[in-house]
């Protein structure tokens, strides 16, 4: 089993919110990814967090800020978004070179 | 610096016939190479992976792909194609740092 979890499903949020993503994964696999995807291209890399420590950050703006509290949960803190922040957001795991994707959060700023 | 190329950003094919999606990859070095599939507001499933154990992988629902190192590429293909396997496909390569790279993505329409 190789199934991730990402909550909520959908979120709605205005400009001047503040919400968190959450993913959780069983597997004790401790190298956990963030991406952000838009309508008909690929998943874009934001954050790279390796045994609870993050390892990689593609310049994302610090409206978005990530945290993994332990090797099974990966948060990402919502803070003053913007309309084009709007997307589908993946939260995965890796065992080894293979990367195993949530079913993701759909994100509407308004 | 490693790529992944998708020549087609749209293939359609009719119910019951084959399905090919191609894949070129540049690497300095032998990759790993993905196939993802993603249905609309759904994440990404593994279809299948190629790690050097065998050229020919076969992944589920009746997919495969096969690496071809002197062409540079990674081509899925489906023999009789069903109306469920209209999505949108990626390619990806991984990246030693630990990252994916993806191809720009195939979408794929089934016409009965």
């Known amino acids: 089993d190789t199934e991730v979890t990402q909550t909520p499903k959908h979120l709605v949020m205005g400009m001047t919110n503040k919400k968190s993503l959450k993913c959780e994964q069983h597997m004790g696999h401790r190298a956990m990814y963030w991406y952000k995807q838009k309508a008909k291209k690929p998943p874009e890399l934001m954050f790279v967090y390796s045994y609870e420590k993050l390892s990689i950050n593609e310049s994302v703006p610090s409206r978005f800020s990530p945290e993994c509290p332990n090797s099974s949960l990966l948060n990402l803190h919502l803070h003053a978004l913007q309309p084009e922040d709007s997307a589908l957001y993946l939260c995965?795991?890796?065992?080894?070179?293979?990367?195993?994707f949530g079913p993701g959060t759909r994100l509407t700023v308004l | 610096a490693q790529s992944v190329t998708q020549l087609d950003s749209h293939v359609s094919v009719s119910e019951g016939t084959p399905v090919l999606l191609r894949c070129n990859y540049s690497s300095s070095y032998s990759p790993s190479l993905f196939w993802y599939v993603q249905h609309p507001n759904k994440g990404l499933q593994l279809l299948l992976k190629y790690t050097s154990a065998a050229t020919l992988v076969k992944g589920i629902n009746g997919f495969e792909a096969e690496f071809k190192k002197s062409e540079t590429s990674f081509h899925l293909t489906k023999p009789s194609a069903h109306m469920s396997d209209a999505a949108e496909y990626f390619c990806a390569l991984y990246n030693q740092g630990g990252k994916l790279i993806f191809g720009q993505g195939t979408e794929l329409s089934v016409k009965p």
């Open positions: 995965t795991h890796r065992r080894g070179d293979t990367q195993y």
